[in-house]
């Protein structure tokens, strides 16, 4: 992937040389959102509220990221998410528990907004890495489900999967990074399937 920052900073070079920098254009990227919930009777009488998704300062902006060695970190500035990966990981995760027909109700978290528990988390890493001649995508993030009437952590899941990339481009990438994002949230339904299996919520 070094190849690909290599050519863009020699065409910037010799257009600006050439005195004729327009400025390039900017390529944006998702990830693929499950499709909208069908009608269905839920399994739990439970009103699911998607709380704050941390992460970095560097994740909260747009520009895809890379790390190269251990320590240095950089982005892609004419590659670009079509929104920063904390909001887009927040937006994700609701559409796939809607869809997934579990819950009496999934919403994001308000002033206003009421519900049982709330399912916060923190995205640590979204990245590419080049390290040992290869590329891969990089996902860690970690959730927790409150209970809102006592305030305590009832459940927590920490994911951390690299992923490797088949191919050599930023599109590559991309697509790993959403292979990868999607296997580790399918892991966070299963595992509030789970709790909420072993602990049946029952209305008030």
Request: aromatic residues 8%.
């Amino acid at each position: 992937m070094r190849r690909i920052v290599r050519f863009t900073l020699v065409a910037m070079a010799t257009a600006a040389l050439g005195g004729c920098l327009g400025g390039m254009p900017i390529k944006y990227y998702t990830v693929a959102l499950p499709p909208a919930p069908a009608p269905t009777t839920s399994a739990f009488p439970v009103t699911l509220l998607i709380g704050h998704i941390g992460a970095p300062e560097i994740l909260e902006d747009q520009p895809i990221v890379y790390r190269s060695g251990r320590n240095e970190i950089g982005t892609y500035e004419y590659h670009q998410w079509a929104e920063p990966p904390a909001q887009m990981v927040k937006t994700l995760l609701i559409r796939r528990l809607r869809a997934s027909g579990r819950y009496q109700s999934v919403a994001q978290l308000g002033a206003s907004t009421q519900g049982e528990f709330v399912l916060r988390g923190r995205l640590y890493n979204f990245e590419e890495v080049d390290e040992g001649g290869g590329i891969s995508a990089l996902v860690s993030m970690e959730f927790e489900l409150i209970d809102r009437r006592n305030h305590k952590a009832v459940w927590n899941h920490l994911y951390t999967h690299t992923e490797p990339v088949q191919g050599k481009d930023v599109p590559d990438v991309v697509a790993a990074l959403d292979r990868n994002l999607q296997q580790g949230l399918a892991e966070v339904e299963s595992g509030l399937d789970a709790y909420f299996s072993a602990h049946p919520p029952h209305k008030s």
